[in-house]
């Protein structure tokens, strides 16, 4: 049974880097059926799309963070990281990780079949 | 990239059916076969329901269907029950190739 937990700080002071690590767990990190995403939820609201990773390191980018985000893998570690810079309190969140299975041939940003648990970041002043 | 619009809630009695509606553009909903449905039960992880407009992943109610026409996209929920009770969330890939996600509805089971 395939398992993603997210590790990092809960607490990111305002214009520092927030830094999370998800571990996968219970499979492989480097098929070629599945990118690996992260997702964020701020308190009360809705879901949010960051930006995606193959195990080969392509990424995709949503196009209001990419200037802020940076998406890495670590397959030896059987790892995925997300940097995202200059954070303000707009960054507060519940920030999941997760599998995009690919359904298809096609290449799209495939959907979220299995995810992590998520862990809350707050951004203080 | 705006977010897709879905009716902030819906409502049905139990084994009624309800369905949510997901608006975008032909740049997305409208231009691709590629959306997606999530159910979220309050403090709990999202769930995918539909992916690729019709399909059902592996133990997924049938009660649970999606379909498309021109720019909007449907989720029905039939047969509906007091577990269904949740927000949902479609998504769909864009032509800028990244995802967007609707604004979120709220199932109340009456």
């Known amino acids: 049974q395939l398992q993603l937990q997210e590790s990092g700080p809960g607490l990111v002071k305002s214009s520092e880097t927030l830094s999370l690590t998800c571990t996968v767990s219970g499979g492989s990190i480097s098929s070629s059926s599945y990118y690996w995403g992260w997702i964020r939820q701020p308190p009360g609201k809705g879901l949010e799309w960051i930006g995606s990773i193959y195990y080969t390191g392509s990424t995709y980018y949503s196009t209001s963070l990419k200037s802020r985000v940076t998406i890495s893998v670590d397959t030896s570690k059987k790892q995925f990281s997300l940097k995202l810079t200059s954070v303000t309190a707009a960054d507060t969140a519940v920030y999941y990780c997760?599998?995009?299975?690919?359904?298809?041939?096609?290449?799209?940003?495939?959907?979220?079949?299995?995810w992590g648990q998520g862990t809350t970041v707050t951004v203080s002043s | 990239q705006s977010a897709l619009t879905q009716p902030a809630s819906v409502s049905g009695s139990p084994g009624q059916s309800i369905t949510i509606s997901c608006t975008g553009t032909s740049s997305d909903v409208g231009g691709y076969n590629y959306v997606s449905w999530y159910q979220q039960h309050p403090g709990k992880v999202p769930k995918l329901m539909i992916y690729?407009?019709?399909n059902r992943p592996s133990g997924v109610s049938s009660r649970f269907s999606g379909s498309k026409s021109g720019n909007t996209a449907s989720l029905t929920i039939s047969g509906l029950q007091a577990e269904d009770e949740a927000d949902y969330y479609c998504?769909?890939?864009?032509?800028?190739?990244?995802?967007?996600f609707g604004t979120g509805t709220t199932v109340t089971v009456l």
């Open positions: 998504s769909s890939y864009t032509s800028s190739s990244t995802l967007v």
């Open positions: 997760a599998r995009q299975r690919a359904y298809s041939s096609n290449l799209y940003i495939y959907p979220m079949d299995v």
């Open positions: 690729e407009v019709t």
